[in-house]
């Protein structure tokens, strides 16, 4: 029989004050006839990882500062695959507190916040929905929506928030600033990405559908054909069909 080492005898057991091998021991204990150890091994890697990428060093956060998990702009909302980002927004800043103390209204301040938490988190490559503003503020969805489109109206931009950057719900803002500044401004479609902080690709398909409702709207201004001739969904001609009657292009 082979004499077990001193040095194991002595150290081996150490090792249970780490995480890895605590994980371990309480998969082999709490479930020991689903995981073999080579199993057990990879579940306990995947959740140390999984903790890592949600869990950054918090000593970056400063004052004012919060740790949220954002959807990953690579991914839908509606998505049975979505993954999330962890990023840093700042919730409230020393430049707020300088403009509620020269008289600024609460309300401009708190806009200007929403705006700034989308904006860090597009630049960290996560997108905000109006109920991750309306949880981070203690608000409605409505509200954050509503504070939102304030900005966006004040300052004539389009900030990146999930119905903008993966055309969710019912947001039409930003198709209609799009074909707004394409067709009317005849602005390159490059520029216009950028501008409205959106893919080369959304815009190019905004532009191709609004002009294939335009064409069938000459030929017959019914919904209905549309949507048969188009195949572009309902709600979605009904947006172009309002821009066109309006003329608001």
């Given at each position: 029989m082979i004499k077990t080492p001193d040095s194991i005898k002595r150290y081996n057991a150490a090792k249970h004050r780490f995480l890895r091998p605590i994980l371990i021991k309480f998969f082999a204990r709490e479930f020991p006839k689903f995981f073999g150890p080579i199993m057990r091994e990879r579940i306990v890697d995947e959740l140390l990882d999984l903790f890592e990428k949600t869990s950054p060093d918090i000593r970056r956060i400063k004052p004012g500062q919060i740790l949220w998990n954002a959807l990953d702009i690579k991914t839908r909302g509606d998505s049975p695959n979505r993954r999330y980002v962890p990023v840093i927004l700042s919730v409230i800043t020393e430049e707020d507190i300088k403009q509620l103390a020269n008289g600024i209204s609460m309300s401009v301040v708190a806009n200007h916040a929403i705006a700034r938490m989308m904006r860090e988190a597009f630049e960290q490559g996560a997108v905000l929905s109006n109920r991750d503003m309306g949880l981070l503020t203690l608000r409605t969805p409505s509200?954050?929506?509503?504070?939102?489109?304030?900005?966006?109206?004040?300052?004539q931009c389009l900030l990146p928030h999930t119905g903008l950057l993966h055309d969710m719900g019912s947001c039409i803002s930003h198709k209609k600033m799009i074909i707004q500044k394409a067709i009317f401004e005849k602005k390159d479609p490059a520029d216009v990405a950028r501008e409205c902080q959106h893919t080369q690709r959304a815009v190019d398909r905004y532009l191709k559908d609004f002009h294939r409702v335009k064409t069938a709207y000459k030929q017959n201004q019914s919904m209905d054909y549309i949507h048969i001739v188009t195949g572009i969904s309902k709600?979605?001609?009904?947006?172009?069909?309002?821009?066109?009657?309006?003329?608001?292009f």
């Open positions: 509200y954050a929506a509503r504070k939102r489109i304030e900005y966006e109206k004040q300052h709600h979605v001609v009904k947006q172009y069909m309002e821009m066109i009657e309006h003329a608001e």
